[in-house]
């Protein structure tokens, strides 16, 4: 899985393209962050073995389901402001 392949992100990288400069500020850190994070995650196994797969793909996997709770109508389309989680969202995530 990659950064770039995360629903979440295409409409990121969606909102930078037609000018929106915290969109633009957001998708710049992340593709900045993403090999530093991938590569400190790879590391976790080394020192808790007994940990699950806490590697990239695991974040990736949260985002992934994070765009999967919010529908499409929720989050795609809200030029208003910006996307808020409820707490029944994030148990539903955890």
């Known amino acids: ?18 000018g929106d400069e ?4 957001l998708e ?3 593709r900045t962050l993403e090999p530093h ?7 976790v196994r080394v ?3 007994h940990f699950t797969d806490h ?3 695991h974040s990736f996997r949260i985002i992934k389901n994070i765009g999967s709770i919010l529908e499409e ?3 795609k389309f ?8 409820t707490s029944v969202d994030l148990f539903l995530i955890i």
Not at 22 to 25: E, L, V
Not at 37 to 43: C, F, G, I, P
Request: net charge positive; hydrophobic share 40%.
């Open 37 to 43: 994070v991938r590569k400190a995650l790879e590391d």
């Open 55 to 57: 590697s990239i793909n």
């Open 1 to 18: 899985m990659a950064l770039n392949q995360l629903e979440l992100f295409k409409e990121l990288s969606s909102r930078g393209k037609k």
């Open 22 to 25: 915290i969109a633009q500020y």
């Open 73 to 75: 109508s929720n989050w």
């Open 28 to 30: 710049a850190r992340l």
């Open 47 to 49: 020192f808790y073995r």
């Open 78 to 85: 809200r030029e208003d402001g910006p996307v808020v989680l």
